[in-house]
């Protein structure tokens, strides 16, 4: 008769330890997040409780040792659903975070080639948006560049940016009754 052990597996100490400081860092994450997004996460009451009570903590060694409980706490948490919902909103961030820097871009390029009399890019932003209103764009983008050449504030170009991020979301909201 085989002895009970055998049969577990073995795990040694250092990947305990492994194990416990990923989740303590996890609770770290935890720790970042609004009280709205910590309650959408569905912990244990007494998980919950603990990382409130963290963010109420000022002092680095009662935050470090908070923290541990935290880690504590998570190992007999079901974390999986945790790591899914944080890497939705990471994910959510970081395509937030493009589409920001491409509504730049265009900005930027409109601005940088309109200066120096190439229309192109003028003519593929209407043909990839081709409800914007072009008469508006023309003005905003040759009273940003009026502005940057006066070293004035730059108020055309944010006002160009606002105008170029609405263009694009009702593209995108047409896009999708075109789909849906």
Sequence with gaps: MQNEDDDLEYISKTQLKAE????????????????DQVIKLNLDENLYTAIVEA????SNGAIKR?????????RTADIEPIKKMLAGWEGKNNAENA???ALERWRDRL??????SQSDTLQEF??????ADIQKLRTLI????KEKAANKTLKSSR???????EITESQENINENDSG
């Design 159 to 165: 006002d160009l940016f606002k105008l170029i991020r």
């Design 20 to 35: 416990a400081e990923a989740q303590q860092m996890l609770g770290k994450k935890l720790l970042n997040l609004t009280k």
């Design 66 to 74: 908070q923290l541990q409980y935290i880690g504590r706490l998570m």
């Design 55 to 58: 963010k109420r903590l000022t």
């Design 99 to 101: 589409r920001f820097h």
């Design 111 to 116: 601005i940088d080639e309109v200066a120096t």
């Design 126 to 131: 209407v043909t990839k948006h081709p409800h």
């Design 142 to 145: 040759r009273n940003a560049n």
